[in-house]
Structures are given as structure tokens and as C-alpha cells.
């Protein structure tokens, strides 16, 4: 019998499995709120019986992510944890510091199947998605480790979200609980490179969290050719999409964009990505790209970088620079795994 995942059960779920167990359903909400708290034993719930505990112990297990490296920034107070999996799999989560609190960056899966070009994530494939549970553990993971409050998640770690889309949902909405860590959904953002069936079915669940789209490219020819999937959803499916979207949540959507030295960034760009978004309620977010070592794309010039961002501005949108943080620790997504499995590997690292 596999041991049941317990961390990523509500507490209708807890209640029925206590139920089953013979034991009260009032009980469901003291575990719940000592699972989201962050416990990584049963024997820490102190208000439960010894035997109850020891019973829960036989039947599941709770998922944890246990702290394998963490690398501060000496530029800001950007703090990267690597997590190794209960199966000696890698992921990355980013703690960033803003004005406003504490934003985390969680990843979704172990590796990616999109293979963007310019992504370290999915260099070698994806492996498996996370449970809800290995997602709300990086959080708790984080905050105890770290003794702060987190405000903000972002789901823009490694892996797409929407490729996994039940876990997804599952963490959204146990994240959110009142019981537990009580992240307001406002203040989650959930990134997708443009996976359109998941588009649709998270405008069916409603949620009023923040949609971001990594758009990238204007043009199908310059999009083919940096991300895949471009070829299964073009642009217009993957904006028709969005539009879907936002007739049903009503909310912005936030398009991401990533200069590339030479690749997007030139004025017809521009112009062209004005034109495609035109009717979508949006916000552009210029990312200026992250070299990655094993592809040859660079940032542009701080001058190219601004100039595209005010064009847009004087084509009427809303666009922002993104700020970099991190950049002394290589805090975007899958470079440190990458770099940790090549020394499991014996690999020689500089
Ligand atoms: N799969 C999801 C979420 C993970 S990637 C998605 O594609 O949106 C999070 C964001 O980082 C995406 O916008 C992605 O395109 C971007 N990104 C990945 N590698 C990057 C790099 N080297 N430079 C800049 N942005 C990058």
C-alpha cells in the first residue's frame, strides 16, 4: 500500500481520512494547521495523541524539502535554496526582498518539457511534476529557515505549471487557506510559456490570482524558434486564449518578455507587439535575458533595453523593466541545478 501524501490534503480530505481511521473530524483542522505551519514530523504535532500520531505515521508521510545549498547575494538580500526531493531529485526556489515584503519564486516540476531555448530549466527534460505538498514545503522550508513571513509566491520557478496543472490548482488553493500559510490570492502569480488547454482550464476554476504569459516573441518565426511550443500553440491560439481568460476572470494579464541581444528587441518588434495585444487589458514585463551558458543569447545595452520599454509606452501600453536581483548567484531558473547534478556527476565545476 503506498503511504498516502498527507501535506497536500484539505481538510474535507483530512476529515474523511480521520473518518476512516475512526477517530473524530474535528481533529482535521489541528493537523491541517500543523502541517501548513511547516512540521516535518508527526511526533510535533503536540495537541494529537501519541497513538494517533504513530497511526498517521504508518498510513502517510509528509513531504518535505530539505535545504541541500543556499547562496546569498552579496548585491541584494536574494536568497537561493536548492532542495533535494525525498528521491534525490534537485529544485530551486529564490526568496527575494521588495519594498512590500517577501516574494518567493517556487518551482512546480523537477526539470520542464518545454525547452525554451534560452531556459536553463529544461536543458535535460523534465523528470516529474511536484506534489502541491513539495510546493507549499519550500515555502515553509523558506520562512522557517529564513524567520520571516512570505506575502508574495510566484509560480515561475522551475517547470510549467500548467503541465501540471492539479497539483497546481491544489497548492493554490491549500496556500491560500485561512488555517494555513493564508497567501491572499491576489498575491500569487502563476507564469506559463503560452500552454493553452491549461489556459482555459484554470479561466474555468476562476481564481483571482495573476496570469503572466511568457510571450517572448511578436512574430510566429522569431517565437518558433525560441520556444517549442510555439509550434503546438501559435500566437494568435495562445492570445486568443488569453482573451478567453480574461472575459471569465476579468483580471490583467501580465506578458512577459524577455530581451534577446539581436532576436526581439529591435523597434518592429515593438510595434508588432503593441499590435497583438491590442483589446487585452495588460502589462508588459521586459526581462532582460539571463545568459545561460550552454546558449549564446545575451541582454541588450542598457539604451536598447529602455528604448523598447518607452516605444511601448508610446504605443500606449504598460511596460516595466524587470529588476534584476540575484544576478551574482545565478538566481534564474534551473542554473544551479544544472551546475549541482554536473558535480553529483563528477563533472568539474569552475
Ligand atoms: N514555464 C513557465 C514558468 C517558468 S519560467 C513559463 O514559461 O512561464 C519563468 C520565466 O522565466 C518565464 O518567463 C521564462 O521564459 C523566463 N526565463 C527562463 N530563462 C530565462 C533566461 N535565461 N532569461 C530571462 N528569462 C528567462
Same mark, same amino acid.
Given at each position: 500500500m503506498s503511504l498516502t501524501d498527507?501535506?497536500? #490534503?484539505d481538510t474535507d480530505e483530512l476529515g474523511s481520512l480521520l473518518l476512516e481511521m475512526? /477517530?473524530?473530524?474535528?481533529r482535521a483542522k489541528q493537523i491541517f494547521v500543523w502541517l501548513q505551519s511547516g512540521v +516535518?514530523?508527526?511526533? /510535533? $504535532? +503536540?495537541? *494529537?495523541s501519541k497513538d494517533l500520531r504513530k497511526r498517521l505515521g504508518e498510513i502517510s508521510y509528509i513531504a518535505g524539502a530539505e535545504i541541500y545549498r543556499k547562496f546569498e547575494s552579496r548585491l541584494d538580500e536574494t536568497v537561493k535554496y536548492v532542495f533535494r526531493l525525498y528521491d534525490g531529485e534537485f529544485i530551486e526556489t529564490v526568496l527575494m526582498k521588495y519594498k512590500h515584503g517577501y516574494s518567493i519564486c517556487i518551482s512546480t516540476q523537477v526539470g520542464c518539457n518545454m525547452g525554451c531555448r534560452f531556459c536553463a530549466s529544461g536543458l535535460f527534460g523534465k523528470t516529474r511534476d511536484l506534489t502541491a505538498s513539495e510546493m507549499l514545503s519550500q515555502i515553509t522550508a523558506v520562512q522557517k529557515d529564513a524567520g520571516i513571513r512570505i506575502s508574495n509566491v510566484v509560480m $515561475?520557478? $522551475?517547470?510549467e505549471p500548467l503541465e501540471n496543472f492539479d497539483n497546481s490548482v491544489k497548492f493554490l488553493k491549500l496556500v491560500s487557506s485561512g488555517d494555513g #500559510?493564508? *497567501?491572499? #490570492?491576489?498575491h500569487i502569480s502563476l507564469s506559463t510559456c503560452g500552454y493553452v488547454t491549461g489556459i482555459d482550464k484554470l479561466a474555468a476554476v476562476d481564481l483571482p490570482i495573476t496570469l503572466s504569459v511568457s #510571450?517572448?516573441?511578436?512574430f510566429d518565426d522569431i517565437r518558433d524558434k525560441i520556444m517549442p511550443v510555439n509550434k503546438k500553440w501559435n500566437i494568435e491560439a495562445l492570445l486568443a486564449a488569453c482573451k478567453r481568460y480574461q472575459q471569465v476572470t476579468t483580471r490583467r494579464i501580465s506578458f512577459e518578455y524577455a530581451l534577446i541581444s539581436g532576436v526581439n528587441d529591435n523597434r518592429v518588434c515593438a510595434e508588432q507587439l503593441a499590435k497583438i495585444t491590442r483589446g487585452i487589458m495588460c502589462h508588459i514585463n521586459l526581462i532582460p535575458a539571463n545568459p545561460v551558458i550552454e546558449n549564446s543569447f545575451s541582454k541588450p545595452d542598457d539604451k536598447t533595453i529602455n528604448n523598447f520599454k518607452d516605444l511601448l509606452i508610446s504605443f500606449g501600453l504598460t511596460a516595466t523593466v524587470r529588476r534584476t536581483l540575484g544576478a551574482d548567484i545565478e538566481a534564474s531558473c534551473g542554473q544551479l541545478r544544472k551546475k549541482i547534478r554536473e558535480e553529483s556527476n563528477g563533472a568539474i565545476i569552475q
Open positions: 498527507i501535506k497536500s #490534503l475512526g /477517530e473524530p473530524s474535528y +516535518t514530523s508527526f511526533d /510535533e $504535532m +503536540t495537541n *494529537i $515561475m520557478g $522551475m517547470g #500559510l493564508n *497567501i491572499g #490570492l491576489r #510571450l517572448h516573441a511578436p
